[in-house]
């Protein structure tokens, strides 16, 4: 029995890792910008050597950077969907073994308690997404049989875009699904199910998908036109260009911050709320197999792991 949260109490609720998110962006952009003044400094030198020893630092920050993103930011969202998925199983706000009801708290202690399913979870997201891509577009090939249909390219395209949204998302659905089932094991496995899950429940993640895509294209539209007609209105044409390229910076920051979460939060929801009560369908073992080469592969390390 899975229990649906509130996307604005969810938020709430999980503000600390909001807050977290932000200052490790706020950091990792701070190292760039430093290390581009530093590389730009040297560079300016004006010989071979410094040229090279400026660039080295410009892209070694870059590099660094990219990272933390990558590796720190992603324990924070591990964090964050332990939180998740633990209202979504209990209906209730999380607390620690040691009983503090802090959400950041309880998302640390269980990223540390399960750190080898999250570490592994962190190797399997780029092969869970490519995987979920390629499924999806061994599903979705009823789309070239209606392009015989006067403006069913249109709708195609609408379509591949919802569903080009919850193709971003539906990582951390996978990742709150392998945290949901500590009963079993292995975390290859976990994650070969979810996908499954997620194959044969698609169509009724439409719904959620379309909201997600819709208010993401919402958001984005109103901060360009702001930012657009804002700097055209100090500064005629030039000042135009300058804001869409502060309105692009803000729709970046917005996304990592915001948008990602809200939009985590939907889709988790309503791939509970799809799958709850289905029972999986061994066929679509063989025939995602077929389908996706990352799939194969995640199925291969599921096997090594039970075999160990």
């Known amino acids: ?5 509130s996307v604005s109490k969810a938020l709430k609720a999980t503000a600390p890792f909001i807050a977290v998110r932000t200052m490790v962006y706020a950091f990792t952009t701070l190292i760039i910008i430093i290390a581009a003044i530093i590389g730009l400094a040297i560079i300016s030198v004006g010989n071979v050597i410094s040229f090279w020893v400026g660039l080295l630092i410009f892209f070694g920050g870059i590099g660094f950077a990219k990272w933390v993103e990558r590796y720190v930011l992603y324990l924070i969202k591990a964090g964050h969907i332990f939180a998740l998925t633990e209202y979504i199983k209990t209906g209730t706000a999380p607390v620690t073994e040691k009983g503090y009801k802090s959400i950041l708290a309880f998302g640390t202690e269980k990223v540390k308690q399960y750190f080898g399913a999250t570490n592994i979870a962190f190797i399997a997201d780029t092969l869970i997404s490519k995987a979920v891509r390629q499924i999806m577009k061994f599903l979705n090939r009823i789309g070239n049989f209606l392009s015989f249909i006067p403006g069913a390219q249109q709708i195609i395209n609408i379509i591949s875009y919802i569903l080009g949204t919850a193709l971003n998302y539906i990582d951390e ?28 429940s698609w169509k009724s993640m439409i719904k959620g998908a379309a909201k997600v895509s819709v208010s993401i294209f919402a958001i984005r539209s109103l901060i360009i036109i702001v930012s657009f007609f804002t700097g055209m209105g100090i500064g005629g044409a030039f000042g135009a260009v300058w804001g869409l390229v502060i309105g692009y910076i803000i729709i970046y920051a917005l996304s990592k911050i915001l948008i990602d979460p809200y939009a985590s939060i939907i889709m988790i929801n ?36 039970a075999a160990a």
């Open 1 to 5: 029995m899975y229990n649906r949260i």
């Open 270 to 305: 309503d791939y509970y709320a799809a799958i709850e009560g289905q029972q999986l369908q061994a066929d679509l073992y063989a025939k995602f197999e077929k389908a996706s080469s990352k799939f194969k592969e995640l199925l291969g390390r599921a096997g090594e792991s």
């Open 173 to 200: 659905a996978v990742l709150s699904y392998i945290f949901m089932h500590q009963e079993e094991n292995n975390a290859w496995k976990k994650a070969c199910d979810a996908i499954v899950y997620y194959g044969q």
